[in-house]
């Protein structure tokens, strides 16, 4: 909070300070005043200034401001225009920075300000104006801080983006500036800011900047259109057409930038109509536009004022070749060479034409004509290879192709040709090589790297290929083919490695088919389960089920993942593991029989194993701890006979006799056969005193021993009690 309150009160009282500083020094130029009956000023531009004035002087800044925009747009050079407009933004970023507490609109004016003051003339600013303009960038920097703007270059070109996507040119003129020297940025930044000045109508500067852009983006055809528009509003009529066409070779047809170069050459022609390569400009426009007849009739009359302009020729014969009239293409290409036996370009479009029209020797003829003059010129090369690849057999392609890396051993697209050539040829070990050498000369070749990564493939040097491939990915992150095949390897490699692997387990090689599964990245269901396996085989049961187990992680739909692991923990006797795993088993697949008996096998195996633990502890009369294993056995087995035997005889060692019988009577409940559960029962309700029942009890354990003509101490006593039980019966009848 404090820090905040502080931030508040630096910004009242230095900027309402500066303002009001600026201000005075602005106080001269506020009384200029200029005679717009000048014939180098608009009389409109004078009423907006005027209408300004009265703007500003009623405090309605945003209509003051808009009024001296109009006024510095009808003339650009007026400075008196220019001040009151920056006293304005001053003014209205006072009022929002004290009063309305708006400090981005605050930022916004005193950017806008900066700009007219420091930046729109694209020179230094005057001297005297130095020291005002440095307070106006203190009062900025002042407020960015306090609302934690970004002030680094890319946090500036970012603003800038966003203030000029506002429609605010000025303030963004500013943000851009602040980032043009920054390498990163400066691209950008200078792009942002020649089209601003081409928005703001000052071409002097667009062009200035707009140059510098291209420098750095020569490719970027909206700066080259931009420039060009820049050019034509300066009346640089040729640099305009220049850059037009650079604009239009970046993007191809563009029906905006074609009506901009036919009006240049219409008008051209209109100034000047006897200049024939205006006509031959216009010509070649309206060509492209697919006017032919036009394009003809301005070729034709370009020839008729300049005869020996071979250029209108080539392009009437393009026009001609362009509407598949070959013959009469060729007749100009001939008229050409004719008079310019060194002309390249003729035989090179004789020769597509001939090539068009299928004739493939003098299509050769021409294009070697063609390759004489320019032998560096592989477009040339590759059409003459493509020629003489249609009639070749593989020999004679390769044997032709090493005679010209013969000549042109670094030559990358001779050596791709030959390697690809090889490598359809099945000569694999030969093409390696040549691919490698293309990869060193033209490291953007993408094909290079494909195709020599399906040889390494086809060697079966999947790590070679997949190596290749990576740094190939790198490279060209968008290329689908190499996504492809990186994914086809993956899945070879894999598919290799779970035959190997298999193939070890099948030889009882389990520890070395463990490391060949363990190759497999990214780990895969199928791989764990061939771990779980070999643990499994070689009785490591622990590892097999946690093996199992990581599968079911990644695969937890597969039910018999389930049951293995399930499996694997029930012979590692770790039952409730084993149980926990056959339950998601049946969670899977209720009716799956392999893992019902499992569970009911484990079920035993646990219930078996907790019973020797409580019969362990009652022997050492620990009661307690008996207890609570044989409450779990119940708890997992509610039908348990034997644990609730045994429970019953642990709460008779602690005289709880009546809790023993409800145990002795479940665990009748649940095993008939238990017998001498009936003589518990009897001897418990002896000690309660409860000898109706005891008697009941004793004569049911004496008929089940008859059955089984059983003689021992028990029913020997039972015998005894019951005649003294029947004694004391009567007696107590009689005296009632």
């Not at 708006?102 to 130095?130: G, H, Q, T, W």
């Not at 490719?219 to 604009?247: F, M, P, Q």
């Not at 060194?342 to 050769?364: P, T, V």
Request: with cysteine.
């Amino acid at each position: 909070m404090q820090k905040n309150a502080r931030k508040q009160q630096l910004l009242s009282i230095f900027f309402l300070l500066a303002i009001m500083n600026a201000s005075s020094v602005f106080a001269d130029e506020n009384v200029v005043n200029v005679n717009y009956d000048n014939s180098s000023y608009s009389q409109q531009g004078g009423i907006y200034y005027n209408n300004g004035l009265s703007f500003l002087k009623s405090n309605k800044y945003s209509e003051a401001i808009t009024e001296f925009r109009k006024a510095l747009r009808e003339n650009p050079t007026d400075k008196s225009a220019r001040i009151q407009l920056v006293n304005t933004y001053l003014e209205r970023a006072q009022y929002y920075n004290n009063k309305a507490m708006d400090y981005n609109k605050a930022a916004n004016d005193l950017r806008s300000a900066i700009f007219y003051m420091k930046y729109y003339n694209n020179e230094p600013a005057e001297a005297k104006y130095v020291a005002d303009i440095n307070t106006m960038e203190e009062n900025l920097a002042t407020i960015l801080y306090a609302i934690n703007a970004d002030q680094t270059p890319k946090g500036h070109l970012t603003m800038g983006k966003s203030l000029r996507a506002q429609g605010e040119f000025a303030a963004a003129m500013t943000e851009f500036q602040k980032a043009v020297n920054d390498t990163s940025c400066r691209k950008d930044a200078l792009a942002n800011i020649g089209e601003i000045y081409y928005v703001l109508n000052l071409n002097n500067q667009a062009v200035d900047n707009l140059k510098e852009a291209i420098s750095l983006d020569s490719k970027n055809s909206n700066l080259h259109l931009k420039l060009a528009g820049a050019y034509e509003r300066l009346g640089k009529i040729d640099l305009a057409a220049e850059e037009y066409n650079l604009a239009l070779s970046k993007t191809g047809k563009n029906d905006e930038i074609l009506m901009s170069l036919e009006n240049i050459w219409r008008q051209k022609v209109s100034d000047n109509p006897e200049d024939a390569e205006a006509h031959a400009n216009l010509g070649a426009v309206l060509q492209k536009k697919k006017d032919y007849e036009g394009a003809l009739a301005q070729y034709k009359k370009a020839e008729s004022i300049n005869p020996s302009n071979t250029n209108t020729r080539l392009n009437m014969g393009t026009l001609y070749q362009e509407q598949k009239d070959y013959e009469t293409a060729i007749e100009a290409y001939d008229t050409i060479t004719n008079f310019n036996p060194n002309f390249m370009l003729a035989y090179l479009y004789k020769a597509q034409c001939y090539k068009a029209m299928g004739k493939k020797d003098a299509a050769i003829e021409n294009y070697k004509l063609a390759l004489n003059l320019d032998p560096a010129n592989q477009d040339i090369k590759n059409e003459l290879y493509n020629m003489y690849e249609s009639s070749m057999t593989t020999e004679e392609k390769l044997e032709y192709l090493k005679t010209q890396i013969e000549q042109e051993p670094k030559n990358a697209g001779l050596l791709y040709n030959y390697a690809y050539e090889l490598h359809k040829a099945n000569r694999i070990a030969e093409a390696i090589p040549y691919y490698n050498q293309v990869i060193k000369l033209a490291p953007k070749n993408e094909n290079a790297y494909i195709n020599l990564a399906q040889a390494y493939m086809q060697q079966s040097s999947y790590d070679k290929a997949r190596a290749l491939l990576s740094d190939a990915q790198g490279l060209f992150p968008e290329n689908q083919t190499i996504k492809k095949q990186l994914a086809s390897i993956d899945a070879e490699t894999v598919s290799l490695l779970y035959n190997d692997a298999s193939t070890l387990y099948a030889q009882k090689k389990y520890q070395e088919a463990i490391n060949v599964y363990n190759k497999i990245l990214p780990v895969t269901p199928e791989a764990l389960l061939g771990i779980g396996a070999c643990y499994q085989a070689m009785g490591n049961n622990k590892m097999a089920a946690q093996s199992y187990a990581k599968s079911l992680q990644l695969d937890p739909k597969n039910v018999e993942t389930a049951y293995f692991t399930a499996l694997a923990y029930a012979n590692d006797n770790d039952y409730a593991n084993a149980k926990l795993y056959a339950k998601k088993a049946l969670a899977i697949n209720p009716q799956h029989k392999s893992t019902k008996d499992l569970l009911a096998y484990v079920t035993e195996q646990e219930s078996t194993a907790k019973m020797d633990e409580a019969l362990s502890l009652i022997e050492k009369q620990q009661y307690t701890q008996a207890l609570t294993v044989l409450n779990n056995v119940i708890k997992s087995d509610a039908q348990n006979a034997d644990a609730y035997y045994y429970r019953a005889t642990v709460y008779d060692a602690q005289k709880k006799y009546q809790l023993a019988i409800n145990d002795y009577k479940k665990a009748l409940q649940y095993n008939p056969k238990l017998t001498i559960t009936n003589y518990s029962i009897a001897i418990d309700y002896d000690y309660l005193a409860q000898y109706s029942n005891a008697l009941e009890y004793y004569k049911k354990y004496l008929s089940e021993t008859k059955k089984a003509a059983e003689t021992n101490d028990y029913t020997r006593y039972s015998q005894k009690r019951i005649q003294e039980l029947n004694s004391y019966d009567k007696s107590a009848s009689s005296k009632k």
